[in-house]
């Protein structure tokens, strides 16, 4: 018998930071469902980001959404200008539905906060949110993809991921003084 | 055999300046350095330079940054995007950061 990975519940598990059992679920990601991922990961920080500019009074936070909108801006402009060149069409998936439910939810939280709980709750967030997307890009998307320049793409996405993170982490710190 | 003093004499003239130029000059001469920004670091981080050299920082990474001095924030390449380059003429030593993306950072020693 012919085992096959199971992509999609590592992807999940790892996003909600739990064990997850493992789905009768055979299906391997393919390329143009990373891409969608990928698109959709950078999004949802996107958005989230905008509701911290409304939102948030503190200048760290401000600057970090400012910072967060921009940069993954930059990596979607890019990611949609190989998929282009590419002829590759993303492709919504169960993963790409999931961050998007997820972050609906995650605003929808936020906004019901200000001040600083609403500042801790954004940046806490942040945190896990780069973290969890940091363990999928390089556990998961990287190994999955099949063509070498999105597969470059994602690598060359990766020290930006981290240097949010230690950001955030950063902020992280001030805010609890 | 006028002449002949004359084209002596001017050889050495010239010798003379020759050597003049070349004690004076070459230790002064600025050097060019660069420093690529990439994959969210200064390449090198930690760059040792003489007074009036030249720096050109480069950004190879996809997201804007920028070069600013940290402590008192005397001087700034403002927001470089993708593939933008900037040049610093180097009058003191310095640390130095991306103000976008403060967990960068560099150094400028002085020779
Ligand atoms: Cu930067």
Known sequence: ?177 | MKRLIFAAGSCLLWAGLLMIQSCSSAPEKPSAYVVEIKDMKFVPEDITVKKGDTITFINRDMMAHDVTEETAKSWSSGKMEADVSWKLVVSEAATYYCSIHTVMKGKIELE
């Open chain 1, 1 to 177: 018998m012919k085992k096959k990975t199971n992509f999609i519940p590592i992807i999940l598990a790892s996003l909600l930071g739990l064990s997850f059992p493992s789905f009768a679920q055979n299906s391997k990601l393919t390329d143009p469902e990373i891409a969608s991922i990928a698109v959709t990961a950078n999004q949802v920080d996107i958005d989230q980001a905008a509701v911290a500019l409304k939102l948030s009074k503190n200048p760290d936070v401000i600057h970090f959404a400012e910072t967060m909108a921009n940069d993954h801006k930059a990596v979607i402009g890019q990611a949609v200008a190989l998929v282009t060149k590419l002829k590759v069409t993303p492709k919504d998936n169960a993963v790409s539905k999931k961050l998007t439910a997820d972050a609906t939810k995650t605003i929808a939280d936020l906004k019901k906060k200000s001040g600083k709980a609403f500042d801790k709750a954004y940046v806490d967030n942040e945190v896990a949110y780069h973290k969890a997307v940091i363990g999928v890009v390089e556990g998961t998307l990287i190994p999955a993809t099949a063509n070498s320049e999105l597969k470059d793409l994602l690598q060359k996405v990766v020290p930006a991921l981290k240097a949010h993170l230690e950001h955030a982490e950063m902020i992280q710190k001030s805010l609890t003084k």
